[in-house]
Every structure is written in C-alpha cells, then in structure tokens.
C-alpha cells in the first residue's frame, strides 16, 4: 500500500530517497549517487510534478545520461594518449637523436675539408641535421600539451561518471574536447619535418663521401 501512495500521490523528501535507494539496489546503481540526486530533484521539482513515476523516469535518463558522457570522455582521452602516447614520445626522441648524431657526423666531415662537392655535401647535410634537431623541441613541447588534454578529458571522464546531479554532469561536460588536436597535428607534421631532415641528410652524407 505504501508503494502505491509513493508512486500515486506527492513525494515527501524522505519519500523521494527511499524510492531512489531502491531504485538503485534493483539497478545496481550507486546508493549514494541516487540519493544526492533525488534530494536535488526533489528541491527543483514543482510540488504537483513530485511524483514517484516521475523520480523514477528522471533516475534513470539521469544515469543513463552520465554513462555516456562518462563513455565520450573516456573516449577522448583514450584517443589523444593513443595519438600522442609513450611510443610517441620516444619516436621524436628518437628523431632528435638521429639528427643529433647526423650533425655531429656531418660537421666532422666538413672539417676534413675534402673537394668542393664533398663540403658542399658535408655543409648541405649539417644544414638539414640541424634543422631536423631544432624542430624536436617545440614537436615535444605540443606533443606534452595535447597528453594534458588526454588527462584532462580522463578527469572529465570520471567527474560526469560520479555526477549526482545535473549541475554536476553540465560541470562536468563543460570542456571543448578539441583542445590539444591543433597541436597534436602540429607535432606529428614536425616529426614528419625531422624524419625528412634526418633522411635528406644521410643521403646528403652517403653522395659526399662515396661519389
């Protein structure tokens, strides 16, 4: 009879946290999270439209709303740490390495002083080289700003999971989940710019030396 009066007539707060408690034991949903939620629902709600049906209708969308912003967050983040991850990282020290150790070999040949074309060669590679090494400090720079955007879109992620009201999932959704993409397609055209560097100048160095 008591489930009934609930459902039919108008909730009282203590009304509204019982039917959200077990609303979320029979959904295996978060205790906590359902009872923050119906007292906020409550407190908003106009006294006529206070009815059990109704809390449970908003419960749900509610939960099922914070799910999958919870889900495109996460999918964010995953995205940019997969775009911009260790592997990344280690790939453009790498790079940097290789142009590095090109300028050093280049700059060695040039001071042997062998024919005009091969210092020309020598003084053409240690050009590209060093252009190649100068382009790894700011690729590193935007590749760190768009892994913290990953790592915010994870923080995003996990606030609109635990939301307990609207005010809170709106908070939690409030990030333009575009930010660190410009950059993370800067650096990669940057690493594409010191691979190029790196292989014009061993070509640059194999023609001096050997023709």
Known sequence: MRDRAVYAGELSADDAVCLA?????????DA??????????????????RRGDALLRDLEFFFQ????????????GDFSEEATGVWGVQALK????????????AAVLFAARGGSAYTAGAAGAC???????????????LIRISRASANAAATQSREAGSASTWEQLRSANDA????????????????????????????????????
């Open 127 to 141: 050009v590209l080289f060093l252009a190649g090494a100068v382009l790894a400090y700011p690729a590193l720079r």
């Open 65 to 76: 709303a914070s799910s999958k912003d919870a889900a495109y967050w996460q999918s964010v």
């Open 94 to 105: 790498a790079l940097a390495g290789l142009n590095f150790i090109g300028l050093l070999a």
């Open 32 to 49: 906590d999270r359902s009872r923050n939620f119906a007292i906020q629902w409550h407190r908003d709600a106009l006294p006529a439209d």
């Open 21 to 29: 408690r077990t609303w979320a034991a029979a959904h295996h949903a």
């Open 176 to 211: 333009n989940p575009n930010v660190g993409r410009k950059e993370r397609k800067l650096a990669v055209r940057l690493a594409v710019a010191m691979a190029a560097a790196a292989t014009a100048g061993c070509a640059l160095l194999v023609t001096a030396v050997w023709f």
